[in-house]
């Protein structure tokens, strides 16, 4: 990190820009422009959510003036707004980078995230709870399963978590994120991701169904 700038913002190449905010670059490589969600391309460079400041009460300032005075964007108050008020005092940004950024914006991305995850810690003890009961049933690494799950006629992975306490039965499951205390039955799940205390049953395959909540 680059302690010389007054700060650092860490930035990762996106294929959808317009869904993040991003930065430009000036001929030096530091930071010139902010945009948020831009419609039209100016940069593949999204913002992450890693910040460095030198300078922490200047940019107290600047986000409680933001507030004071309601200065929105698309009904939004915009971190940027401040960023590029101190880029106009002359402030200094430097970009940070990253080899990888798992984001978790949405369900596709999420499960995307899972499945990294997964893969990073593929054969780690944690990735076992207690009591898991297994009849007639097969688990496909990488995989968490939690406490108490019990799997019966069943097919789970690769790249799935299953939180404690759920139940699948007579179901297949690839890809996908399950919380706590659900129930997977009679159904081929794919790239999905299930609530807490949720119930999935039926000829659906990509769904994302949110806490206590049936789908049958």
Known sequence: MDTDADSVIWVKQVDNPSAYGVVQFAEDGTINNFMEKPKEFVSD???IGIYYFKDGPGLRKELKYILDNE???NGEYQLTDALSALMNQGKVFRPGTVNDWMDCGNKAITVETNSKMLGYLEGKPELRGENIQMENAEIIEPCYIGNNVVLKNAKVGPNVSLG????VENATIEGSLIQTHSTISNIHLKDSMIGNHAHADGRWTSVSLGDYSRMD
């Open 45 to 47: 460079s999204a913002i």
């Open 71 to 73: 200065i929105l964007d």
């Open 164 to 167: 404690d306490g759920c139940v």
